[in-house]
């Protein structure tokens, strides 16, 4: 499914599946971002709907991982065989190295694959993607590793964002994220939102749920008074 002009959903909830993946449709080659199974294999989804949307995941330059949990990983060797560029935080790729539990297969049931990361990004560094400026934001609390990618796409700031928020359905609500990590941290978690509801963001590309066109920046002030409410 086509979310905006040149991004594309190739998982989650339009195929029956409750994570998300995009990819990014640039000349210079195509960029994914997250890319994993939950309940069972959905790589086979993933290129299905590539297939459907005149996509190629042999054309993909890099794949950017928000974190380690296996519904946004797990596909990374996979991908990284067949020729795309692994990118992510220093704790994520240490994570996808070790294949610990900070990629969280015993939450699935399932082994996951370690993978080498061939780009350790960190926070606030501005990386040339696919054609594409892409801002790293630390996002830790979910995941000790969560990494916002920030990119300009058609004229408004998109935020790809992972877990840092689940949004629900309409737009109308959202869950934080998955408490059920080793690595989660509330007050971290909680200082995250405080500093993100205070930056510019037009568009979230949550890991789960709907994109919200336009009005971004409102739901995650709305996350940190939900959080705010919530935990104190």
């Known amino acids: 499914m086509q979310v905006v002009p040149g991004v594309f959903l190739i ?8 994570q998300n993946s995009y990819f990014i449709r640039k000349p210079e080659g195509g960029t994914v971002v997250d890319s994993g199974d939950l309940e069972d294999d959905s790589f086979a989804t993933v290129e299905q709907a590539c297939a459907r949307w005149g996509l ?5 330059t890099h794949l950017l ?6 519904d946004h990983s797990s596909h990374a060797a996979r991908l990284r065989r067949m020729g795309a560029q692994v990118v992510a935080s220093e704790d994520t790729a240490d994570a996808l190295a070790s294949g610990d539990d900070r990629c969280i297969g ?3 049931g399932r082994k996951f ?15 040339e993607v696919g054609g594409s400026s892409v801002r790293c934001i ?4 979910h995941a000790r590793g969560l990494m916002v990618y920030e990119m300009m796409l058609n004229g408004e700031c998109v935020w790809f964002c ?19 990590g080793p690595d989660y941290d509330r007050p971290t978690y909680l200082e995250t939102l ?34 705010m409410v919530e935990w104190r």
């Open 194 to 227: 405080r500093k993100l509801a205070h930056m510019d963001c037009d568009t979230l590309m949550p890991g789960h749920g709907p994109a919200a066109l336009g009005i971004g920046k409102g739901l995650i002030q709305q996350a940190y008074t939900k959080a």
């Open 162 to 180: 992972g877990d840092l928020v689940e949004v629900g359905p309409e737009c109308r609500s959202l869950q934080l994220g998955w408490a059920g």
């Open 113 to 127: 694959e370690p993978c080498r990361t061939d780009i350790v990004v960190s926070d606030g560094q501005v990386l």
């Open 65 to 70: 991982i928000t974190h380690a949990h296996f």
């Open 106 to 108: 015993y939450a699935v």
């Open 11 to 18: 998982n989650g909830y339009p195929y029956g599946r409750h």
């Open 138 to 141: 630390a996002a830790p609390g």
């Open 56 to 60: 190629r995941l042999s054309d993909v």
